[in-house]
């Protein structure tokens, strides 16, 4: 088991910016990929952006790559998502999970957080 918990969102304006982190509890967060996803109501969650262990590779979904950055610190045990020039679009809720491998498919992720809300308003 791997109990992750996001923070960060919150209400922020279209333009603008926030940072979402995840903690992890445990020895063997450095040996697991993260990733975060996002579900806005009423569509499918969707890939945003993930990492894989060593934090060498990295994945963005397409609408985000350019402004949104993941990081993670294996030493904290705590991966972060940087989101710059946000859009309306972009609200929805945010989960980070970890699983095995670095992969865009939602399933192929073991371990997931409850979610934090992130609303970009005009």
């Known amino acids: 088991q791997v109990p992750l918990v996001e923070s960060g969102g919150g209400l922020v304006q279209v333009g603008g910016s926030l940072r979402l982190s995840c903690a992890a509890s445990?020895?063997?967060?450095?040996?697991?990929?993260m990733g975060w996803f996002r579900q806005a109501p009423g569509k499918e969650r969707e890939f945003v952006a993930g990492m894989d262990s060593s934090g060498v590779v990295t994945y963005y979904g397409r609408s985000m790559e350019g402004r949104f950055t993941i990081s993670r610190d294996n030493a904290k045990n705590t991966v972060s998502l940087q989101m710059n020039s946000l859009k309306r679009e972009d609200t929805a809720v945010y989960y980070c999970?970890?699983?095995?491998?670095?992969?865009?498919?939602?399933?192929?992720?073991?371990?997931w957080g409850q979610g934090t809300q992130v609303t970009v308003s005009s």
């Open positions: 999970a970890a699983g095995e491998y670095l992969d865009l498919v939602e399933s192929e992720y073991d371990f």
């Open positions: 445990g020895r063997t967060f450095s040996t697991y990929a």
